[in-house]
C-alpha cells in the first residue's frame, strides 16, 4: 500500500490549507477589453499585439494607481477585484474612479493609433459589486488569487451593454457611489446565472 506523502508532507498541506484558507467578503469585480479586437487583429497584423501591450499595460497601471488587484489577464480583458485581496472602505468608488482613468488612457493610445495606422482604438468597462468566496487557488509559481461570485459573470455582462469608450455598473455599484459620479439610468435587465434568472 503506498503513502500519499510523509507526515511532514501532509502537515506542511495542512499548513498551507489553514493559511489560505477562503473567505467571505464584499468585492467590487471591473471588468474590461477592447472592442472590435477581431477587426483590429485582422487590419493590424502583428502591430496588433505591440497595441494590445501598451493598452494592457496602461489599464493595469491605472488599477494599481487605485489599490486594484489584476486576478486575471484574458486576452485582450482585464478581470480586477477591488476589495480582494486588499480591502479599503471606499472600494467601489476606487473601482469607478480607475474605469474612468482606463477609459481615458486608452483614448489617449487611440490619437496615437490613429496617426500612425489610421485604425480607432476603443474599450468598454464594466463593475459590479457583492460578497464573494475569495482564497487562493493552487500553489507556488501556479497559485491565484480569485474570488468566485455572481458579480464577476455580471462585470463581463454589464460591459458588453455599453457603447465603446463608455463605463457601465450594476445598481449595487450604483448604490456605494451615489452622489459621487454623473450617473445615467440604463434601466434594469435580467441575466441567467447559476442561480436563476435576477435583475441587474
Known sequence: MKVAGSRDQLRTRAQRLEEFET???QVTV???????????TRTLGERYYE???????ESESVVRSYGGYVAQRLGDGLLVYFGFPEAHEDDARRAVSAG????????????????????RLSTRVGIDTGL???GLIGEGAQSERLAFGENAE?????????????LVISARTCRLVDG?????????????????????
Request: proline share 1%.
Open 100 to 119: 474612468l482613468k482606463i477609459l481615458e488612457a486608452i483614448r489617449q493610445l487611440d490619437r496615437i493609433v490613429q496617426r500612425q495606422h489610421n485604425v
Open 23 to 25: 473567505e467571505r467578503r
Open 51 to 57: 497595441i494590445l501591450r501598451s493598452c494592457l499595460q
Open 154 to 166: 455580471s462585470s463581463v455582462a454589464h460591459q458588453g451593454r455599453g457603447r465603446a469608450g463608455t
Open 30 to 40: 471591473l471588468f474590461c477589453d477592447l472592442v472590435g479586437s477581431t477587426e483590429l
Open 180 to 200: 459621487y459620479f454623473a450617473i445615467r439610468d440604463l434601466g434594469s435587465r435580467e441575466l441567467q446565472g447559476p442561480g436563476g434568472r435576477r435583475g441587474v
Open 132 to 134: 464573494v468566496v475569495a
